[in-house]
């Protein structure tokens, strides 16, 4: 029997592009199935000014696929000198819809970030001011905590405090990990969301680490246990509309991936669509799809949804390719482990 459900095109609130012969290979991905996407700065240099979220865009712009309708969404890399009138011209020209905070050394391109946040209060005095929301990489960095408590030592010893001190701040606390982040969340009233990720509705640590070391599936916030990934799944098909998607699809070369240390990131752009729609199917909740993938990110973001329509056949397994292949070498797809049997349907 074919099953069917159609989608307002959804749209992707936490992606990484990249630039040069990787963004050309890695956009055409995205722009398949995605009508908008949140982009992260973490460039090297960063995306740190209004100009040059400007000057990103542009080489994005050109590298999508003729009659694309995909529209990258900007945000600013947080930095200690990070002016605030440029960030509050940034968002009422619509330059950027959003600022990033890396903690100094917490992921990828993070050596940029924020060491003291003391030092960027006023920014983000002006970003509640104005309603410009804070998207999140929410782990510590301290060596001496245990790298699976970071998340939740970062909710409780830097989050809770800045919200305390910055209340009308609207935040996304971004690719949630632990069911820790899921109750918090829940437990807010205002200004406050979380993105959560495809992989980590899909893995566990097991998938890293049992029976050899598994680089694809290594990403920051890393996996934790199975009671997490549940506890994911449960806040994703729920339809809250504190939770949507941002897949923190994060293409690497293999070369960067296979080495003795491996960087961290998870390539999902291609075979997203796919995987959520099997995640959904499986915990009986595909009706709450739409509201994860298409509905809670644009509501937060004060977008409109997409008016556009995707369509997803279920039929015979579908097949992705391994990888994708860019001027810098290959890189891997994420192989969810389980047949993928959803097509998405221009
Ligand atoms: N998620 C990751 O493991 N990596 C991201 C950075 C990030 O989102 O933390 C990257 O840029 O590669
Ligand atoms: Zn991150
Ligand atoms: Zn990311």
Known sequence: MTKEITLRRPDDWHLHLRDGAMLTAVAPESARHFGRALVMPNLVPPVATAAQARAYRERIMA????????????????????????????????????????????????????????????????????????????????????????????????????????????????????????????????????TITTHHLIINRNHILAG????????????????????????????????????????????????????AGIFTATNTLSCLAEIFEAAGKLGKLEAFTSLNGPRFYRLDPSEDRIRLVKGEPVSYPAEIATGEGPVTVFDPGFPLHWRVEA
């Open 63 to 194: 590298a999508l696929p003729e009659g694309t309708s995909f529209r990258p969404q900007m945000t600013l890399y947080l930095t200690e000198e990070t002016d605030p009138d440029d960030v509050a011209a940034a968002h009422a020209d619509g330059t950027a819809l959003a600022v990033k905070l890396y903690p100094a050394g917490a992921t990828t391109n993070s050596a940029s970030g924020v060491r003291d946040i003391e030092k960027v209060r006023p920014v983000l005095a002006r970003m509640a001011e104005i309603g410009m929301p804070l998207c999140i990489h929410g782990e510590v960095t301290d060596s001496a905590i245990d790298i699976f408590d970071r998340e939740a030592v970062f909710i409780d010893k830097v989050l809770k405090p800045l919200r305390k001190a910055e209340g009308d701040l609207r935040i996304v606390l971004e690719h949630v990990t632990t069911e820790h982040a899921v109750d918090y969340i829940r437990d807010q009233t205002k200004n406050i969301a979380a």
């Open 212 to 263: 050899g070391i598994r680089p694809d599936y290594y990403c920051l916030p890393v996996a934790k246990r199975e009671q997490h990934r549940v506890a994911l799944v449960q806040a994703a098909i729920s339809g809250d509309a504190r939770f949507f998607l941002g897949t923190d699809s994060a293409p690497h070369t293999a070369a960067n991936k296979y080495q003795s240390c491996g960087c």
